[in-house]
């Protein structure tokens, strides 16, 4: 395992997360004053979440023909770029609505361009093993949960996210030289050999989609205070990194079903309870490396692709919370984690990884 770039990827995707959701979030409803309203402050976020998790299959197509096209730096200089703009914008001035939409516009496009480049390191280089890309993917997660528990309380300023960002930038260039993701995916033994590939890619994104709509409606009425709010934050996170781990051991279609159906009475019967709902948020994120090594096995040649329609599904799951509540909508979520378990079972391989070493 190429583990320089492994951390700097896992860093980075920490940290671009982090300043994505202070440049986007609005704590002190200075933004959606400026705006000019509820609406269009809406408006902006859901703009950036479809730039930056809608762009990344026509990214990683691009990435795909262009393997030496240094996608994660430059995704760390447009978010950097993106937070500069929306940063210059004093209080109670309407006509500054022009540099909010251009800051969501190179964060979002920023954001898409970063996943790209990280997470097709993670599948080339991930030696047959689905470790990798829990990794990665799990520190963005700590960066979502920190970003919303920091707006309200950043005061860092430029003088952090300007060398913080560059950072970032460098050694993601350094890993992009050094380790260049040029060749195949590694991944075997996930994905289910005996039904066609738009069968399994069909049933893999399915289930990243639903389980996209069911993690909206957890239930988690302790979330009480911004501190408890980082919690259900760690637990994705944890949940993530140690998915690939578990199904590297145990198997992928064991693993991912196992774990679905096996947090689903946690996350119900935890709605006020935090220890026993952060559970079954740990097992309901296990899920993550392993749908992604489904696609990413029948897409070996095209590792900005398989990363990119995950991600797109993921939006395509999200969509109704931006337009409806769906938060604890039990009769809802019951059938989305069950019907998802379904589609791990019947993509997913029951062996274990081939256990490729890199040289």
Not at 66 to 94: D, M, N, Q, T, W
Not at 252 to 260: E, K, N, Q, S, Y
Not at 329 to 342: G, R, T
């Amino acid at each position: 395992m190429k583990n320089f770039p492994l951390a700097a990827y896992t860093f980075s995707h920490f940290a671009v997360d982090y300043v994505c959701l202070l440049a986007v979030l609005d704590p002190w409803g200075q933004k959606e004053a400026i705006l000019g309203g509820t609406q269009n402050y809406a408006l902006f976020v859901i703009t950036y979440n479809f730039l930056a998790f809608g762009l990344q299959m026509i990214i990683g197509a691009f990435c795909d023909e262009h393997r030496k096209f240094p996608a994660s730096a430059l995704g760390c200089i447009l978010v950097l770029i993106g937070a500069l703009c929306g940063a210059f914008i004093p209080e109670a001035y309407p006509e500054y609505a022009f540099n909010l939409w251009v800051s969501v516009l190179f964060v979002g496009i920023g954001n898409a361009f970063f996943h790209v480049g990280g997470g097709m390191e993670s599948l080339v280089h991930s030696g047959g093993k689905l470790r990798r890309s829990g990794i990665f993917v799990s520190s963005g997660a700590l960066g979502v949960a920190l970003g919303i528990y920091n707006c309200s309380r950043f005061t860092g300023g430029l003088l952090f996210i300007v060398p913080l960002m560059i950072f970032c930038a460098a050694i993601c260039l350094i890993a992009h030289l050094k380790y260049p993701a040029e060749s195949e995916t590694e991944i075997t033994g996930v994905a289910n050999e005996k039904i066609g590939i738009w069968a399994v890619l069909g049933l893999a994104l399915l289930s990243v989609t639903i389980r996209s709509f069911g993690g909206t409606a957890i239930p988690m009425e302790w979330k009480t205070t911004a501190e408890l709010g980082l919690l259900s934050g760690f637990g994705a996170f944890f949940g993530k990194f140690v998915g690939g781990f578990a199904a590297d051991f145990f198997g992928a279609r064991r693993t991912g079903t196992a774990t679905l159906l096996a947090s689903l009475p946690f996350i119900i019967f935890g709605s006020g309870n935090m220890v026993v709902s952060v559970i079954g948020i740990i097992l309901f994120n296990m899920t993550m490396p392993i749908t992604l090594g489904i696609v990413a096995q029948r897409l070996p040649k095209n590792p900005g692709i398989a990363f990119g329609l995950t991600t797109a599904a993921l939006l395509l799951g999200a969509v109704p919370s931006f337009f409806a509540v769906t938060s604890g909508k039990i009769l809802l979520l019951i059938p989305a984690v069950i019907v998802s378990a379904a589609c791990i079972w019947f993509s997913a391989e029951n062996k274990k990884p081939s256990g490729v070493h890199e040289k």
